[in-house]
């Protein structure tokens, strides 16, 4: 289930961007400026609105500490705002005073790239706040970009249609048309998907354009293989085209807002409808997901922005039965594990479960030694990530027949937070857990197993506040 909980009128003219940090939303407009709001309450901030732009503000980003804050503008300009402030630190003029229409900070926040009107993409020193490299594209606009969850290569779209792939050093990998009519949005999960322990790590993205269709992809990028860009599927839905499209932090729900002023929520392993909305009166121009919670803004040319909350055990049960009660796994019928399976990205192993009859039951009791030789599965990295995903299902259960949150829950300890943190990998820790962690394990993510790009753990305060309403109000 799904939840308007705050509707935000405060901009003058269309709204084209929505981007939210640990504890602030931000959002941008035609009128020029750029708005800020507390992640506690919606209030907007004392120093806001963010006013230096001289024309329509076309985007806005957060870096991965949510200590800067990037706008850019048909002004030419792309400004960096301190969002404990609202001073501005920088402000970057494209080489070519072309409008900026598109903004991104690396995982790592060593660089921001910024896509213009002319097909130039530049890549700023962050230290510095000077020119890093400087690209084009063939031809159109640039109009999307995104950074791969490990900053190895980004993306950029263009008003061609061209998807175009660069590694850190600004050198073009790879180009392809995408999308016939025009891309105006791109997208990476933060989940990758693994072929095993050390194998190869893929990522999923999306893309959306003026064609209607919202397209997913799987990129790799290792020094062996090179680079590579396979498309998977189309997602169907929207009737006009679609300008934006975002992956919820956990990689689980695909959001997207269209000219047919729908907004549509997907479950991407499976392509299947979870939710339309239908709350704005005109044109869905943007739509973003919170990094640390089941926060959903939608951004709208009627000038409002829209703030939707999930509810925690409908997300958790996506692509199953909403009313199945998941602390009932061993009831699972075989379909349902089929379901599951679709679910978690292990589509190609339905028909050799199906061919075994596992059910829920069965599912609860399979070990390395049956999964070899009964299902015949010889990949040892597939193996594991079968029992972790089954692993995981059971303590989500557990989480749930205790009645916690499960995002209140330390990914490493399964313990309800005390001192909330946000790593560089953009999940949130117990402070002494990933402290210990990051001593033992060297520098590696406990949920992605990717290089941590930073060892800076930011206090999430919006978190630790929720964690303790929630204990007043459920331990008393």
């Known amino acids: 289930m799904v939840t308007l909980i705050r509707a935000l009128a405060d901009h003058g003219d269309d709204v084209n961007y929505c981007a939210f940090s640990s504890s602030l939303l931000a959002t941008c407009s035609l009128d020029k400026t750029i708005r800020l ?4 309450d919606f209030n907007e901030l004392p120093y806001s609105p963010l006013k230096c732009h001289t024309y329509a503000v076309h985007c806005c ?8 804050l990037a706008s850019c503008s048909t002004d030419g300009t792309t400004v960096l705002w301190n969002t404990q402030t609202g001073h501005i630190l920088a402000m970057l003029n494209q080489p070519s005073g072309s409008p900026v229409r598109v903004c991104r900070f690396s995982p790592d926040s060593t660089y921001l790239v910024s896509g213009a009107a002319d097909g130039t993409v530049v890549s700023w020193n962050m230290q510095t706040y000077k020119l890093f490299r400087c690209g084009s594209v063939k031809d159109g606009s640039l109009v999307a970009c995104a950074f791969s969850p490990n900053g190895s290569i980004f993306v950029t779209g263009s008003s061609c249609g061209d998807l175009t792939v660069w590694d850190d050093k600004m050198r073009c990998l790879h180009s392809e048309k995408a999308h016939d009519l025009g891309i105006t949005c791109c997208d990476f999960s933060s989940q990758p998907i693994s072929d095993g322990e050390h194998g ?3 990522f999923r993205m999306a893309s959306c354009g003026q064609d209607c269709q919202i397209k997913l992809w799987v990129t790799t990028f290792t ?3 090179g680079f590579e860009l396979k498309y998977k599927c189309t997602l169907s839905g929207h009737s006009a085209p679609v300008l934006s499209c975002a992956f919820s932090y956990d990689g689980q729900m695909l959001v997207s807002g269209s000219v047919d002023k729908s907004v549509i929520v997907y479950e991407p392993n499976t392509g299947s409808i979870l939710h339309t909305l239908t709350h704005h009166t005109r044109y869905v121009t943007s ?6 919670s089941l926060l959903l803004a939608t951004g709208s040319m009627d000038k409002t922005v829209n703030i939707w909350q999930f509810e925690l055990k409908a997300h958790c049960q996506a692509g199953r039965p909403e009313d199945e009660p998941k602390q009932f796994i061993e009831d699972w019928s075989e379909e349902e594990v089929s379901l599951w399976l679709c679910a978690q990205g292990l589509k190609d192993l339905v028909n050799i479960f199906k061919m075994n009859n596992i059910d829920g039951k ?7 030694q049956s999964l070899t030789d009964d299902l015949k599965i010889e990949s040892l990295g597939l193996r594991s990530k079968i029992l972790r995903k089954i692993e995981e299902l059971k303590v989500k259960v557990e989480a749930l027949s205790s009645g916690i949150p499960d995002e209140f829950l330390c990914p490493i300890t399964r313990e309800v937070m005390k001192e909330p943190v946000i790593a560089s990998d953009g999940y949130s820790y117990e402070k002494e857990a990933i402290e210990n962690w990051i001593s033992k394990k060297k520098r590696t993510s406990p949920m992605t197993n990717l290089i941590l790009p930073s060892l800076i753990l930011t206090p999430n305060r919006t978190l630790k506040m929720a964690i303790d309403r929630w204990l007043e109000t459920h331990q008393k």
Request: hydrophobic letters at 40%.
């Open 37 to 40: 709001y507390s992640l506690n």
């Open 61 to 68: 980003c957060f870096s991965p500490s949510g200590h800067v």
């Open 200 to 202: 190869p790590q893929f």
């Open 223 to 225: 020094d062996f293989l």
């Open 287 to 292: 739509c973003a997901f919170a990094p640390n």
């Open 362 to 368: 069965e599912l609860l009791n399979l070990t390395k």
